[in-house]
């Protein structure tokens, strides 16, 4: 695979999960960041935007969604792509990942060529 100049941040709070998106990122050509809580996340984002976000929802002392209303609210950050992948998958859940501004929403789990095919095309200029 042809090595690509985007860096993308990897945010979960399961260190297992933060290894395989990070190793099919890899092996997709990307560069990647991690971490593994919200407001780690934020200092990342911060210190340097990714080209794109995969961002858990279900974790402890601040949701992912509170990640992704920063990258949002803030005109340095809101046009980084925001791929949401979580476990939680009702309806209302996916629509409040929508709503708060996310490119996409994937379930847990997800596979290596939905999650490559969802950053590809939230990556695409508009």
Same mark, same amino acid.
């Given at each position: 695979? %042809?090595?690509s100049?985007k860096?993308i941040l =990897? =945010?979960?709070d399961?260190? %297992?999960?933060v290894e395989?998106? *990070?190793?099919? +990122?890899? $092996?997709s050509?990307?560069? =990647?960041?991690?971490?593994m &809580? *919200?407001?780690q #996340?934020?200092q990342?984002?911060? &210190?340097?935007p990714p080209?794109? =976000?995969l +961002?858990?929802?279900?974790? @402890?002392e601040? *949701?992912? $969604? &509170?990640?992704l209303?920063f /990258?949002r !609210?803030? @005109?340095?950050?809101? #046009?980084?792509?925001?791929i949401?992948?979580?476990a939680k *998958? +009702?309806?209302?859940? /996916?629509?409040a990942g929508?709503? #708060?501004?996310a !490119?996409?929403y994937l379930?847990?789990?997800v &596979?290596f $060529?939905d999650?490559i095919k #969802?950053?590809q095309?939230a +990556?695409? @200029?508009n």
């Amino acid at each position: 695979m %042809e090595k690509s100049d985007k860096t993308i941040l =990897v =945010v979960d709070d399961q260190r %297992e999960t933060v290894e395989l998106f *990070s190793e099919m +990122l890899c $092996l997709s050509g990307y560069h =990647v960041q991690a971490c593994m &809580s *919200s407001d780690q #996340a934020v200092q990342v984002i911060q &210190s340097g935007p990714p080209d794109g =976000v995969l +961002l858990d929802v279900m974790m @402890p002392e601040k *949701s992912g $969604l &509170s990640v992704l209303e920063f /990258i949002r !609210n803030d @005109p340095h950050y809101n #046009a980084i792509p925001v791929i949401v992948v979580s476990a939680k *998958s +009702l309806p209302g859940d /996916i629509a409040a990942g929508m709503d #708060a501004g996310a !490119n996409q929403y994937l379930t847990k789990p997800v &596979s290596f $060529l939905d999650l490559i095919k #969802a950053l590809q095309d939230a +990556l695409q @200029p508009n």
